[in-house]
Each structure stands twice: as structure tokens, then as C-alpha cells.
């Protein structure tokens, strides 16, 4: 058994599209209209058959106060594997990307927080 795909619960998909390839680096996979939404995918570009990320529409009534809440509360919804956090958060800050959390070490792993610009944070760690 592997992960074949994982969400993030977007406010807009066009502009999740531009954030999670134009700043993060992904590469968009798969892309399917689907009425007013579309089934629209990124992958790693180092990994293009690898995990997906499904850039999910976050229309349900119950994803505004769960995603406004791990919002308040700190809680990024996901993490990303990176070579070195450090590199990436300065790589990122240059980008215009507003991170919650500096680079922090916590034992053998280091992480950051960024804001996705699509309502959620996301983390950014690697372990040496």
C-alpha cells in the first residue's frame, strides 16, 4: 500500500494553481473540469509519478471554520519535505511568502510555516 493522493482544501483554484507551481515549484498533472470546479492536480518535479496533490475546493460548510480554526490556532494542514529548510525559507521570503514560523530546529528535524495565500499553512521540514 503507498499514497497515491492528498488534498489541500483551497479558496480558489486558479490562484492555488499559480501559488503551488509558480512559488512552490510543482508541477501541475492532471486537470479535469468538473462543473464550476475541475479535479486539478501537482506533483513534485522530481517525482512526476509520485504523490499527488489534489488542489481541492474547500466549498463544504464545514471546511471555513475548520480551516480558520488550525489557522488561529498555528496548525499547518500539511508538510512538505525539503533538502534544507533554511535555503527554502530564504528561497521563499524572496518570493514575497509570508511565513508564520522562522526556520525552528526541534531535535534532529527543522520546519518553518508558511501561508499558502489560499486560507491554509503549510510546513516545510527536512531531518538531517
Not at 513534485?44 to 489557522?71: M, N, Q
Not at 525539503?82 to 520546519?111: C, I, N, S, W
Amino acid at each position: 500500500m503507498r499514497i497515491h493522493l492528498s488534498s489541500v482544501l483551497v479558496d480558489d483554484q486558479d490562484k492555488a494553481l499559480r501559488f503551488y507551481t509558480e512559488v512552490l515549484g510543482f508541477v501541475k498533472k492532471t486537470e479535469v473540469p468538473l462543473g464550476d470546479a475541475r479535479w486539478l492536480t501537482v506533483v513534485s518535479p522530481e517525482d512526476r509519478d509520485g504523490t499527488e496533490l489534489v488542489l481541492e475546493p474547500d466549498s463544504h460548510p464545514a471546511v471555513k471554520p475548520f480551516k480558520e480554526a488550525l489557522v488561529k490556532d498555528g496548525i499547518p494542514f500539511t508538510s512538505f519535505a525539503v533538502d534544507d529548510v533554511h535555503e527554502e525559507y530564504k528561497r521563499l521570503r524572496a518570493l514575497g511568502v509570508r511565513f508564520t514560523q522562522e526556520p525552528m530546529e526541534m531535535g534532529p528535524v527543522t520546519t518553518a510555516v508558511f501561508d499558502d495565500t489560499c486560507g491554509n499553512l503549510i510546513q516545510i521540514a527536512h531531518q538531517r
